[in-house]
């Protein structure tokens, strides 16, 4: 990603996403679904409630069924279900998931990484919109969008960004903090498609401290 730069739009650089995405080896793919928690787990530091929303409120019948699906799933096809579950609510996992049991490991893989090049996808939309809100001085905004596109999945550039959102705001004391994430997370690639380390990036997160 960072060697096709610059990008003529948004829409390119997804579909350059894209087209790294499926170009990788399906070790890469198992790679980035091993980041993910199981569907109906409790929310982590690396994981947001907001992702897997769909299972507030869910019956107790439901969730058991997911919880027993989920070792079903990981022990048919040696990782756990991906799916992207925004806006999805529990019943509708669990059919899903109960579904693709029956897929041949080949095919199951496919789904799998299409569900996670939806989420990869959502994620990066964000974060492009949450720049030009903050390009645009409206940090609340920038701010809200910045930490969705982290509930996705916590990484380093996302946390430099929700510093920097929190500055615009004037919430000084959360943008050291995460701040001072970015320092303890110091070497981390930046992300799925941008592997790049982080120490390069350390003048500006000191400068902003």
């Given amino acids: 990603m960072a060697a096709s730069r610059p990008f003529a739009d948004e829409a390119a650089m997804l579909d350059r996403a894209d087209a790294i995405w499926w170009s990788l080896d399906p070790h890469d793919w198992l790679e980035a679904f091993s980041a993910h928690p199981k569907i109906g787990a409790p929310a982590t530091p690396r994981w947001s409630a907001q992702e897997q929303s769909g299972m507030a409120g869910a019956a107790a019948a439901v969730s058991d069924r997911l919880a027993s699906g989920n070792r079903a799933y990981e022990a048919r096809f040696g990782y756990i279900f991906i799916i992207c579950a925004t806006g999805k609510p529990a019943g509708e996992m669990l059919e899903a998931l109960e ?33 030009a809100a903050l390009k645009a001085g409206d940090g609340r905004a920038a701010l809200k969008l910045f930490a969705d596109a982290n509930s996705l999945l916590d990484t380093w550039n996302g946390r430099f960004d929700l510093g920097r959102a929190y500055l615009e705001v004037g919430a000084f004391t959360e943008a050291d903090s995460e701040f001072d994430r970015c320092i303890k997370r110091r070497g981390e690639a930046l992300g799925l498609f941008w592997d790049l380390p982080t120490y390069s990036y350390f003048p500006p997160v000191y400068y902003y401290q």
């Fill in 99 to 131: 579904q693709r049991l029956g897929n041949t490991p080949d095919r199951e893989l496919r789904i799998a990484a299409e569900e996670q090049r939806k989420i990869t996808r959502l994620r990066v939309a964000k974060l492009i919109d949450g720049e």
